[in-house]
């Protein structure tokens, strides 16, 4: 294996991680089992089912196929979304969670790494 199949594998098995943590941390408090605080519902359901997303787009980054940027990209931009809203929701006097700036600060972080990261080791047209 080489450089950049490391690197996708790498990558994608931490996007696989990355996103079941996340569903089952959205889950969990979706499900009323662990008392968050004053959530933002709309930022709390996008992180959940974005949580699917993370893992088909880790797999996708681990077998470096060709629609693995787009999917991370799309990721990405929905997450820096979602964290404007976010943003509008504090700016208008909603309840809201130091610890989910924090959060969203890091998805948008990782999912911008993982874009690039898919980006650049995504095969040629004939590759995948």
Excluded: C
């Amino acid at each position: 294996m080489g450089k950049t199949g490391r690197i996708s594998l790498v990558a994608g098995l931490f996007a696989i991680g990355f996103g079941l943590l996340t569903i089952a941390s959205g889950g969990v408090t979706l499900l009323g089992g662990v008392d968050m605080g004053r959530i933002v519902g709309f930022v709390l359901w996008f992180n959940t089912l974005a949580g699917l997303a993370y893992v088909v787009a880790g797999y996708a980054i681990w077998q470096r196929r060709q629609w693995a940027f787009a999917l991370s990209l799309a990721i990405f931009a929905a997450t820096v979304l979602v964290f404007t809203g976010f943003g509008l929701h504090v700016a208008q006097g909603g309840a809201f969670e130091m610890r989910t700036v924090f959060a969203m600060t890091l998805r948008s972080a990782v999912w911008g790494v993982l874009a690039l990261v898919a980006r650049q080791t995504r095969p040629t047209m004939q590759g995948g």
